[in-house]
């Protein structure tokens, strides 16, 4: 009911449906409320006065906005309570398919879901990052075959450590040579299909060449991650094959329950809620005819799994929005089976698409699917002659690890600085510049302060005076600092990082405006002192609000 406002610092409508509720006039009630407030609320509110039809203009208090100061630089996590404790939340993210290249498809859903992440477990929640990776289905069963009948072939990575190849890129080759093979050669298809078969039973040697692949793509998914410096670690991997034992007690529990039932030999959970094409109900398929599984038994089988054993609270699952439809029908399926109860959030954390520079899909220029590696060094390498411009006397390698972090945080600030259901289009030139609302800007700003805190060099005698009068700039700024806590609970509750994104900005142009207006190395004594403190209270706020970004936060650039 209260928030910033360009006429005071705060206003407040509670006056207008209070009244409404008590039957009065709102601007009556609401010269009442200025009248307590002005007579019980002096030490925080300076004065209260009434507008329109009866908004509430709050004034804080010059002492209150400097004591919010200096006890939010005491204080390690900046003045924002642990409101998520106790809470267990699983957030599935990424899921990247073994023996295939990570691709810009990839991108939102781990640059997002890493975010929510950081954002939920600094609230205090106890977050189980869970990437879901495709290891499991037929096309292992070609790829294995073919692998089998070409052993010539060269796909470990100690096997391509000469050749600039990863394992994940060999793999990926072989299986579209796989595939063209499965398509146009029946015999080889039959072999392919008795070799899924063979994985499926637990085939020794079968199993034992599939845990090989599964560990060659896990190791160039890290590379990734790690270049990335999103928190997925092989601990938070778990596979469609980690659900595989689980499917057919899965389907057993929702026949017996009359969710799922019999059609014409497979097993279905008919929608009560969706219609699909000529008004019939949309259809889960919970068991193929032939006894196989798929998608929909999987991930009703990880649903039920992720609730009746792990026990969480709240499922994120960050996914494309092209996928609402299909988890619309497992959270209804799953409530049917009486898993997810009123006791459990979920949500489906959905995301737009990235766009090429000119708006237009995202391909190369054969048509194809743009790698994320790929995509990482076309950022950094246009990070790299923005930085190289404004500090040409640069060492390489110095110019190279503030490219990469410049680099990898630009593409990260620009997918999490977009609504994250709108699609937005990846231009390197434009993500990396120095103005405008970048990543680059604002570790521009943080490393501009650290300078400021540098030269002043007597950071640890600071000391607030709460009796100084505020300049506007200072009020401003201290204000907006204000606002951390609020829009860290507003991410946690929406889901939407871009709101943490837009106030990072909006306080790094705060400070500039104030650095403007208000001299802070040149200022005597108590007044150098407080801004300080300003300073030093937004250089923390900064670097912990774009950690929560999962971007680097450098203190030279």
Not at 197 to 214: F, N, P, Y
């Amino acid at each position: 009911m209260v928030r910033r406002s360009d006429r005071a610092d705060y206003q407040s409508n509670a006056a207008l449906p209070l009244a409404k509720n008590a039957g009065a006039k709102p601007v009556e009630l609401a010269e009442s409320l200025v009248q307590h407030l002005n007579n019980d609320g002096r030490e925080v509110i300076e004065s209260v006065t009434v507008s329109g039809p009866g908004f509430l203009n709050i004034t804080v208090s010059d002492t209150a906005i400097w004591s919010q100061v200096a006890a939010r630089l005491a204080d390690e996590r900046l003045g924002v309570p642990i409101d998520g404790a106790g809470q267990r939340v699983v957030i599935d993210y990424s899921g990247p398919n073994v023996a295939k290249e990570m691709h810009v498809g990839h991108l939102r859903t781990t640059i997002i879901g890493d975010s929510l992440a950081r954002v939920l477990a600094f609230l205090g929640a106890e977050v189980i990052r869970a990437n879901h990776l495709g290891d499991w289905g037929t096309q292992f069963g070609m790829l294995i075959q073919y692998i089998d009948e070409h052993p010539e072939t060269s796909w470990r990575q100690d096997e391509l450590s000469d050749s600039g190849t990863s394992a994940v890129s060999a793999l990926d080759a072989l299986y579209k040579a796989a595939r063209a093979r499965f398509d146009t050669d029946l015999d080889f298809a039959d072999r392919a299909r008795r070799r899924v078969v063979a994985l499926q039973s637990g085939d020794e040697r079968t199993v034992a060449l599939w845990k090989e692949i599964v560990a060659e793509s896990e190791k160039a998914f890290a590379a990734i991650y790690d270049r990335l410096g999103v928190l997925l670690t092989p601990d938070d991997y778990a596979g469609e094959s980690f659900y595989n034992p689980m499917l057919a007690d899965t389907v057993t529990e929702l026949l017996d329950k009359g969710v799922a039932v019999d059609s014409d030999g497979a097993i279905v959970v008919a929608s009560q809620e969706v219609t699909g094409t000529g008004d019939t109900p949309a259809v889960l398929m919970v068991r193929k005819r032939d006894g196989g599984y798929g998608y929909d038994s999987t991930d009703l089988a990880t649903i039920r799994y992720r609730i009746t054993t792990l026990h969480a609270d709240r499922l994120l699952y960050v996914t494309d929005s092209r996928q609402a439809l299909h988890f619309r029908l497992i959270f209804e399926a799953a409530r049917r089976a009486g898993w997810l109860t009123d006791a459990v959030t979920v949500d489906h954390v959905a995301y737009g698409t990235v766009l090429g520079p000119e708006g237009r899909p995202f391909k190369t220029r054969a048509g194809g699917t743009v790698r994320l590696m790929d995509l990482l060094d076309d950022a950094v390498s246009a990070a790299r002659t923005v930085v190289a411009e404004k500090n040409p006397n640069l060492p390489a390698d110095e110019l190279d690890r503030i490219a990469e972090q410049a680099g990898i945080g630009a593409v990260k600030y620009a997918d999490l600085s977009t609504s994250r259901i709108k699609d937005y289009a990846f231009d390197p030139a434009r993500m990396t510049a120095f103005i405008g609302n970048t990543g680059v800007y604002l570790q521009y700003a943080h490393a501009r302060i650290c300078s400021i805190l540098r030269k002043a060099e007597d950071l640890h005698g600071i000391s607030i005076d709460t009796q100084i009068p505020l300049d506007p700039g200072e009020r401003e700024l201290a204000l907006t600092l204000d606002g951390y806590g609020t829009v860290i609970a507003e991410v946690s509750a929406t889901l939407e990082p871009h709101r943490l994104a837009g106030y990072l900005y909006d306080l790094a142009r705060a400070f500039s405006a104030f650095y403007d207006t208000c001299p802070v190395l040149t200022a005597t004594e108590p007044i150098r002192g407080n801004r300080l403190a300003l300073a030093q209270l937004t250089a923390r706020t900064l670097a912990h609000g774009l950690e929560l970004l999962g971007i680097a936060a450098p203190e030279r650039l």
